[in-house]
Each structure stands twice: as C-alpha cells, then as structure tokens.
C-alpha cells in the first residue's frame, strides 16, 4: 500500500486547509486510514482517524470540534478539513493505513496508536502563522 498525501501550506491562524491522502494497492476494507502530526519537539500524536466501512471516525481532544475526517471509498481517498487553526497545529501532517497485523483493532472504532498503522505516506507540512 503507497499512500499520497497533499494540500499542506501556510495559513493564517484561524484559517483552515484541507488535507487529501491516496492510497494505492491493496487497502484492508476492515480497518482505515488515519491523520497523525509531529513536530521537533514532539514525538508522532494522533489527530483524527475513520474506518473505510462504517465511516466511523475518532478525533484527539486537540482537534475537537474543529477538524473532520471522511472518505471517499471510491477514489480510496480520505481528507482532512481543518477549521480554525491554531499555531500550535504547526506541524507535518502524515496519512497512516491500518494493515493485516493490527486489523482487530478496528472492530469499533480506529486506533489511535502509531504502532497499530503499518502504512505511511510521506507527510505534508502545515504551518499556522499567528
């Protein structure tokens, strides 16, 4: 599975982008993608993830009520609608795909783990200007 990642860039605060990610290959139906963020600073943190079957999705407490995860089975394209960014969302943004090994984690709801994604694409940058 190779996952493609675009539409980072700088905004002002309070703007917002929206981030794509394709994926190509082989995708697990039962499981589904998920948006993770890191900076220098910090280690690799979950952001928001959906599973491809049910369209359940589930958000960090950070991203609340300000950014949206869907997909579009057909295109096996998920996005990223961020709202009212923040400085602190400064950050490069990595698509991630659930595999075979971690699969019944996604019985629920996705996981929010690094380990339990065992795909990745290259990340984008997003940077929020104050």
């Known amino acids: 599975v190779q996952l493609q990642a675009s539409g980072g860039g700088l905004v002002q605060a309070g703007g917002s982008l929206n981030l794509s990610c394709t994926a190509s290959?082989?995708?697990?139906?039962?499981?589904?993608m998920g948006w993770f963020r890191q900076t220098p600073e910090k280690e690799r943190e979950f952001v928001a993830a959906?599973?491809?079957?049910?369209?359940?999705?589930r958000y960090a407490d950070t991203v609340t009520g300000r950014f949206t995860v869907s997909r579009d089975n057909a295109k096996n394209t998920v996005y990223l609608q961020m709202n009212s960014l923040k400085s602190e969302d400064t950050a490069v943004y990595y698509c991630?795909?659930?595999?075979?090994?971690?699969?019944?984690?996604?019985?629920?709801?996705?996981?929010?783990?690094?380990?339990?994604?065992?795909?990745w694409g290259q990340g984008t940058q997003v940077t929020v200007s104050s």
């Open positions: 959906i599973k491809w079957s049910s369209g359940r999705a």
């Open positions: 991630a795909a659930g595999g075979p090994t971690y699969g019944s984690r996604w019985v629920w709801i996705a996981p929010s783990g690094v380990v339990e994604y065992e795909y």
């Open positions: 290959g082989h995708t697990l139906s039962r499981t589904g």
